[in-house]
């Protein structure tokens, strides 16, 4: 877990603690859960056209996820040609999943914006659907 990872994931947990928001599963491998977990998980991935694809922060009940893109100054593999299309490929098999990824770099994570926009992104959703049960 990166330096921004954990200071993401102390942000947000504050922020849970007094809204009550569960805690994101880290290193969430995705695509495994398509193909089942076990033994020969990565021929039944490649059989599917997926890889062994993980997000940093997920909350899998909800088809949400986050990814800190760090390395952007630096030159950091998501910020090379290759590292990059290989980025872009997961995100288009997470969403062809129906996941919904959140990306932001370490700007928006050291000022609080990721964490509070994540954070306000899930209770929102959480209380808009929970008044629409009961409107129901």
């Not at 102390?10 to 599963?25: I, V």
């Not at 089942?36 to 039944?44: F, I, T, V």
């Not at 986050?66 to 980025?87: L, P, S, T, Y």
Request: hydrophobic share 45%; net charge positive; charged share 25%.
């Amino acid at each position: 877990m990166s330096a921004l990872e954990e200071m993401f994931a102390t942000q947000l947990l504050a922020l849970g603690r007094k809204s009550g928001l569960a805690a994101p599963e880290r290193e969430y491998r995705f695509a495994a859960q398509v193909v089942g977990p076990g033994k020969g998980l990565r021929n039944r991935l490649a059989a599917a056209s997926l890889k062994d694809w993980r997000f940093d922060f997920a909350w899998p009940g909800r088809q949400f996820a986050v990814e800190i893109e760090g390395g952007a100054w630096i030159n950091g593999r998501h910020n090379r040609g290759a590292g990059f299309e290989a980025d872009l490929e997961k995100y288009h098999h997470a969403m062809r999943l129906g996941w919904d990824v959140y990306r932001c770099g370490a700007q928006l994570v050291k000022s609080g914006e990721a964490a509070l926009l994540v954070h306000d992104l899930l209770t929102v959703k959480s209380t808009s659907a929970e008044r629409e049960r009961v409107e129901a």
